[in-house]
């Protein structure tokens, strides 16, 4: 499966973006898809994780009540609905995709897409 992300920009704290993701291949719906992020000078980190069905969803402490992860397995595509953002959120962030349950280690995944940049402006 290739992946490709999208949605990013530039936005005040705050502020809200979604972030998308689009799957080629026939086989989406079997996936258990990730975003990650990772900001200038740091690891790659976990943000949220979603099952196959879309029945499952899983989310670091730092972004729990704030990000929703979902997905269309009908579109193809995996979104990352972000609000109240806050400059710390500011990094390149990543779809991601793996077969069988949900992970939220970025070596459990298969695939990657390009990567997205959201930045917070305080």
């Known amino acids: 499966v290739q992946l490709q992300a999208s949605g990013g920009g530039l936005v005040q704290a705050g502020g809200s973006l979604r972030l998308s993701c689009a799957a080629s291949g026939r086989t989406f719906s079997t996936y258990a898809m990730g975003w990650f992020r990772q900001a200038p000078g740091k690891e790659r980190e976990f943000v949220a994780t979603i099952s196959s069905s879309g029945g499952s969803t899983y989310y670091s402490d730092s972004v729990k009540g704030r990000f929703t992860i979902s997905r269309d397995n009908a579109k193809n595509t995996v979104y990352l609905q972000m609000n109240s953002l806050k400059p710390e959120d500011t990094a390149v962030y990543y779809c991601?995709?793996?077969?069988?349950?949900?992970?939220?280690?970025?070596?459990?995944?298969?695939?990657w897409g390009q990567g997205t940049q959201v930045t917070v402006s305080s």
């Open positions: 991601a995709a793996k077969l069988m349950a949900i992970a939220t280690m970025a070596p459990e995944y298969d695939h």
